[in-house]
């Protein structure tokens, strides 16, 4: 299995900045295998949908939401198991919870984290 655990989040103002962490562990994560994975980064705020903001796949490749393009950056430590989100000028509506994914290869299944709230203020 895979257990994600993100990190980093809080209140900030807006123009400010935050760094997410997403942490997988599990009986079948090694760095091998973790490098092998698409991680991705969802946000969902009170009633609305959970949209996707970032994935980054094997060899760093990376996807990003139109909302967040050049002022995210996803990044990835295969050593550590973690992946990250770096969040530059922040804005009011980039407040939700965040939440890690990964669809794991060669299992099909999906992981979530319990996610962690960032609060933009005005």
Known sequence: QVQLVESGGGLVQ???S???SCTASGSIVSETTFGRNAMTWYRQAPGKQRDL???IGF????NYADSVKGRFTISRHNGRNT???Q???LKPEDTAVYYCNTKW???GMDYWGKGTLVTVSS
């Open 53 to 55: 903001v970032a994935t």
């Open 59 to 62: 060899g760093g490749i990376t």
């Open 87 to 89: 969040m530059n000028s």
């Open 18 to 20: 935050l760094r997410l």
């Open 14 to 16: 807006a123009g400010g």
């Open 105 to 107: 290869l060669g299992s």
């Open 83 to 85: 992946v990250y989100l």
